[in-house]
């Protein structure tokens, strides 16, 4: 899930909350999948910010290969700690799933 | 290279015009902490005074993050439905980010958010009893760099350049190198000149070496399992990318499996990305 400012919307975008008026009543339930029409009505809302699904964090535009290969860096002076590898195993399968790929199980690689 | 002497800079700590000050109601409030006695009235009232800080906690009580369902108006109001402890934490927060936002770390800021995320989801997972503490040690955790980096620009550039020219020592080395002291041991001053109580200060002034905390050493455990996790999901940046030493002993005092480490991993990005906007 990731939140964006209404401009940013685009359509098959997919709402991972409900958008609620000044009353808290939800009147755009989550899980609508956006539409040019329904994305101008939201735009119209003037809210200050919509939930939708997708990674949670910025990615900034990087590539899936691209995320992998910062997270492997930023854990170059540690790797030889297991706890470490324990950490990065994880994160990795954290990064993979939030780029939408199933969470995969890393076993010995195929020769 | 130039490196600083650091008894010099110690001085230079104690002369509290270099000090980013934490405004006064909010040092009444830190100095509450750990007295149970105060009544919610006394706190509501000093919030109300100030109106930037009763308007961010009441930003915060009517987040999604909490998500009430009817609106939240008063700060008292707050205090009773989010509880004291949150509501001194959220008032230290506010400052926080109001002392990085000034000193243009934003990404100090998130990543400083984003170990208080960790930390306050590691301290309910392990049931302490004032999770929320956590939250804030974890905003405040690296202070000391808004000194080091904004207050001090003559150390803080001879650092940076030293740290170009060595991609593989940390921030936190080259600091120690050229200074004697680092980010940590300055934002323990800091917490000393505030008066925060030991389970503030500890992980603040031990987030790199928790082994060293002699009274909250669970909290400090928590914040430097929390700062490599972060660090890990690359969410801010604080200053450097090197994921830190991990202290075994820390470790196991937090005792993470590897399905609990996977869940919080997924539960800190999910709520980082929810609240980002509400402090």
């Known amino acids: 899930m990731r939140r964006v400012v209404p401009y940013e919307l685009l359509p098959d975008m997919v709402l991972a909350k409900p958008v609620v008026n000044a009353n808290g009543l939800p009147i755009v339930a989550a899980g609508t999948i956006l539409d040019a029409a329904m994305i101008e009505r939201l735009r119209q809302m003037e809210l200050t910010s919509v ?31 297991p706890i470490q590898q324990l950490i990065l195993r994880t994160l990795r399968t954290h990064v993979r799933a939030t780029h939408g790929m199933a969470s995969v199980t890393e076993g010995p690689q195929a020769t | 290279m130039t490196t600083f002497n650091p008894t010099d800079l110690r001085n230079r700590i104690e002369k509290l015009g270099d000090l980013p000050t934490l405004p006064h109601v909010v040092q009444r409030l830190a100095a509450m902490i750990g007295r149970p006695t105060v009544s919610t009235e006394e706190i509501g009232s000093i919030i109300e005074k100030d109106q930037v800080l009763a308007a961010k906690v009441l930003r915060l009580a009517n987040s999604p993050f909490y998500g009430f369902p009817s609106r ?7 205090v009773i439905v989010l509880g004291f402890n949150v509501v001194k934490g959220l008032t230290l927060c506010a400052s926080a980010l109001s002392i990085m936002k000034e000193a243009g770390m934003d990404q ?10 960790t930390a306050n989801l590691l301290a309910t997972r392990l049931e302490i009893k004032n999770p929320e503490e956590l939250f804030v040690s974890g905003l405040l955790h690296d202070i000391g760099k808004v000194v080091l980096y904004v207050k001090w620009p003559d150390v803080g550039d001879s650092i940076k350049d030293a740290l170009k020219t060595r991609a593989d020592r940390s921030l936190f080395e080259v600091e120690q190198e050229l200074t004697g002291l680092s980010h940590a041991d300055i934002g323990g001053c800091l917490a000393n000149a505030w008066h925060l109580p030991v389970s503030l200060r500890e992980p603040i002034l031990f987030h790199h070496d928790p082994t060293l905390a002699k009274e909250a050493m669970l909290h400090t455990a928590i914040v430097h399992v929390a700062d490599i996790l972060v660090k890990g999901l690359a969410c801010g940046n604080p200053g450097d990318d090197l994921i ?15 399905p609990q480490l996977a869940e919080c991993i997924d539960k800190a990005a999910n709520e980082f990305s929810t609240i980002d906007d509400y402090l």
Do not use: C, N
Not at chain 2, 108 to 117: D, E, N
């Open chain 1, 51 to 81: 939930y939708v699904e997708g990674d949670a964090l910025d990615s900034g535009g990087k590539t899936l290969a691209e995320l992998e290969a910062e997270l492997e860096h930023r854990f170059r002076q540690v790797v030889q700690d």
């Open chain 2, 72 to 78: 939240i108006s008063s700060v008292t109001h707050a």
């Open chain 2, 108 to 117: 100090l800021w998130r990543h400083s958010l984003g170990v208080a995320i």
């Open chain 2, 244 to 258: 830190p030493p991990l202290s075994r002993a820390a470790w196991d005092m937090v005792g993470l499996d590897e």
